[in-house]
């Protein structure tokens, strides 16, 4: 079973929540987690199980990164606010840098969102 991190800035949490529901059936078939507002967003707006970090400015992206670093996950799908500055947007690097010094499949937009779920699903 694949593990995916699930992650969206307050203007993209709207779209995360829609992705989420039109992959509801692929999404269901991991071990997700997300971050804290975003995981909980996921769990009373759809039927899927998330385990939940803390929100991103209180160290979740960082909790996030962590498990990418200890190869416990397969992919980040991080839905960005790219037109908006971030509090915490030394964690969010951290984390998108982590993602790339271990390879692992990261997803920043809803085009690369859906490439990272089909590609999970046709090998899953």
């Not at 992206?61 to 980040?76: H, Q, R, S, T, Y």
């Amino acid at each position: 079973m694949s593990r995916l991190a699930l992650i969206a800035h307050d203007e993209e949490k709207p779209a995360l929540i829609e992705f989420a529901e039109r992959y509801e059936d692929a999404l269901a078939t991991c071990d997700l987690v997300a971050t804290g507002t975003t995981g909980k967003r996921l769990q009373t707006e759809t039927e899927l199980e998330v385990e939940r970090k803390e929100s991103g400015p209180y160290g979740g992206d960082l909790m996030i990164g962590a498990e990418v670093a200890a190869g416990m996950i397969d992919g980040v799908i991080f839905l960005r606010d790219p037109l908006r500055a971030q509090p915490h947007e030394p964690d969010i690097s951290a984390l998108l840098r982590i993602c790339d010094v271990h390879d692992t499949a990261l997803a920043t937009n809803l085009a690369s969102a859906t490439f990272l779920i089909e590609g999970l699903a046709e090998t899953g």
